[in-house]
C-alpha cells in the first residue's frame, strides 16, 4: 500500500509506517510537494498511485467532488502526537486495506 503523508503528517512517521506496514509510501516534502498547492498534491497522488492520508477536510472535499483516484485517508483525530497518529494507521491496516481495493468508496474517515 502505498501512502502519501500530506504536509500537516510528520515525516518522522514515515519510517515507522514503511517498516511496518506501507513500504513504499512517502510524504509531501520528499517529493517536492511542501508548498505545493493541495490540486498539485491531488494530482501528484493521483498520477503515481498513492493513497492520501491527511488530517485536513479539503482532500475529503475533492473526493466528494472528484471521486476517486487517489482514494483519500481523512485523519478524524486532531492535534495528537505522532505515536498517536502512527498507532492509528496501524490499528486500521486491515481496514485501509479494504477500502484501497473497494471501487465504491473515495474517503475513508479514521478516528
Known sequence: MKLLLDQNLSLRLLN??????????TQVRLVGLEQADDRVIWNYA???GFTLVSKDADFHEFSTIYGHPPKVIWLR???????????????HRNRI???????????LEIY
Open 97 to 107: 486495506g479494504d477500502f484501497i481495493y473497494d471501487e465504491e468508496t473515495s474517503c
Open 77 to 91: 483525530c486532531g492535534n495528537k502526537p505522532n505515536w498517536y497518529v502512527l498507532n492509528l494507521l496501524l490499528n
Open 16 to 25: 515507522k509506517l514503511k517498516a511496518a506496514a506501507y513500504p513504499h509510501s
Open 46 to 48: 493521483r498520477d503515481q
